[in-house]
T-cell receptor, first 112, second 109 residues
Framework: EAQVTQNPRYLITVTGKKLTVTCSQNMNHEYMSWYRQDPGLGLRQIYYSMNVEVTDKGDVPEGYKVSRKEKRNFPLILESPSPNQTSLYFC???????????FGPGTRLTVT | KNEVEQSPQNLTAQEGEFITINCSYSVGISALHWLQQHPGGGIVSLFMLSSGKKKHGRLIATINIQEKHSSLHITASHPRDSAVYICAAPNSGNTPLVFGKGTRLSVIA
């Protein structure tokens, strides 16, 4: 079954404690992306990757890091999480570019 | 940067009604994307269209590239159509995507 998986699905953590949210797709997609969704602001792009070892900033990259060492994986790293990073995070992938994206189930992160 | 605006923000309809959600954008694009977010949070891609009209079941999406406007129509609405509908357009080329804030649709039986 074609899918994008994210882990963990729910996470409560404290300020400053480094964390990683994993994202994996099984469709051999070149394009992967991370979004955050906040009430009243909608979905906003954090980072995206056009292919292995190629990543670029989206609209709200501050406080986040990504890496794309393998085609299937695109982890999101928060080196020092802060409360303003409390949000619902989605990973997505597509064959190419931003269209026809498959979305993961979301990760709800709370930073206290 | 492309500005994407949706209207209305919230919409309540009776079952069976014809529904229209509008999306406008500020910068010319090659194609536009409609997404559906279920009450549980999951996001599904509905349409990607670059011209004219596309239909899938009771859902119809239209786009007017010259007027920078797209509409999503739902015919014979049903309570299971209750969701947030989001349009998205690229900033340049195909990426990154800029999203509208969404239209929350509630269909009442």
């Amino acid at each position: 079954e074609a899918q994008v998986t994210q882990n963990p699905r729910y996470l409560i953590t404290v300020t400053g404690k480094k964390l990683t949210v994993t994202c994996s797709q099984n469709m051999n997609h070149e394009y992967m992306s991370w979004y955050r969704q906040d009430p009243g602001l909608g979905l906003r792009q954090i980072y995206y990757s056009m292919n292995v070892e190629v990543t670029d900033k989206g609209d709200v990259p501050e406080g986040y890091k990504v890496s794309r060492k393998e085609k299937r994986n695109f982890p999101l790293i928060l080196e020092s999480p802060s409360p303003n990073q409390t949000s619902l995070y989605f990973c997505a992938s597509s064959l190419s570019g931003g269209f026809g994206q498959y979305f993961g189930p979301g990760t709800r992160l709370t930073v206290t | 940067k492309n500005e994407v605006e949706q209207s209305p923000q919230n919409l309540t309809a009776q079952e069976g009604e014809f529904i229209t959600i509008n999306c406008s954008y500020s910068v010319g694009i090659s194609a536009l994307h409609w997404l559906q977010q279920h009450p549980g949070g999951g996001i599904v891609s509905l349409f990607m269209l670059s011209s004219g009209k596309k239909k899938h079941g009771r859902l119809i999406a239209t786009i007017n590239i010259q007027e920078k406007h797209s509409s999503l129509h739902i015919t014979a609405s049903h309570p299971r159509d209750s969701a947030v509908y989001i349009c998205a357009a690229p900033n340049s080329g195909n990426t990154p995507l800029v999203f509208g804030k969404g239209t929350r649709l509630s269909v009442i039986a």
